[in-house]
């Protein structure tokens, strides 16, 4: 069975200094490894996507995310972060069907 | 624009009242998914629709059913809600194979009183 985790609960970042959020799968293939974004109350936005080809993605809001097949990682990043990016992350592997696995999301504060 | 749009936002009901959570896409997507997330927590899949053949999880409680009367709409019935039930529950919907992503509605947040 898959699973993914995401061993940072909550990180604190500074209004214009970079982020990376950690992201660990397990999956007994090929996965195919998204990144989401919920503000609360509200729903799952697709920041990025992997699924072959150029192990570094480009996603929405300048934020870009590695796959690492040796080290079974998908760590997000984003250069620069602004006080809109303050929100919870979640990391996410898709099975047949599409069926999402999710990781317990990181929390991103984001101080002035 | 296309979308998975979900009715009604918030929704209060009561210990044991049954309730039903609806869910609509302008997407023609074959695949619809029930996810609930408590609080502070992941998005847990409770089961998916691929066309009209449903798909329960293990573990997903007899309380919850679902219903899938068209391509475009499915609900996500609760029997008999329990003080636990209380989440967000979202809805999502993909094509069915291949390299393809999930897009999400924006949640009905319940709250059993």
């Known amino acids: 069975a898959q699973s993914v985790t995401q061993p940072d609960i909550h990180i604190t970042v500074s209004e214009g200094a970079s982020l990376e959020l950690r992201c660990n799968y397990s999956?007994?293939?090929?996965?195919?490894l998204f990144w989401y974004v919920q503000s609360p109350g509200q729903g799952l936005q697709l920041l990025l996507k992997y699924f072959s080809g150029d192990t570094l993605v480009q996603g929405i809001k300048g934020f870009e995310a590695e796959f690492k097949r040796s080290q079974s990682s998908f760590n997000l990043r984003k250069p620069s972060v602004h006080w809109s990016d303050a929100a919870e992350y979640f990391c996410?592997?898709?099975?047949?069907?599409?069926?999402?696995?999710f990781g317990g999301g990181t929390r991103v504060l984001v101080k002035p | 624009d296309a979308m998975v749009i979900q009715n009604p936002r918030y929704q209060v009901t009561q210990f044991g009242k049954p309730v039903t959570l609806s869910c609509s896409q302008t997407?023609?997507?074959?695949?619809m998914y029930w996810y609930q997330q408590k609080s502070s927590q992941a998005p847990k899949l409770l089961f998916h629709y691929y066309d009209k053949d449903f798909n329960n999880e293990a573990d997903t409680p007899d309380n919850f059913q679902s219903r899938r009367p068209n391509t475009s709409f499915c609900f996500l019935d609760i029997r008999s809600p329990g003080l636990g039930d209380a989440a967000m529950y979202l809805c999502?919907?993909?094509?069915?194979?291949?390299?393809?992503?999930?897009?999400f509605g924006q949640g009905t947040r319940l709250t059993v009183v």
């Open positions: 997407l023609n997507h074959n695949v």
């Open positions: 999502a919907t993909s094509r069915p194979t291949g390299a393809t992503e999930a897009f």
């Open positions: 999956y007994g293939a090929t996965p195919y």
């Open positions: 996410a592997v898709g099975a047949a069907g599409n069926k999402l696995t």
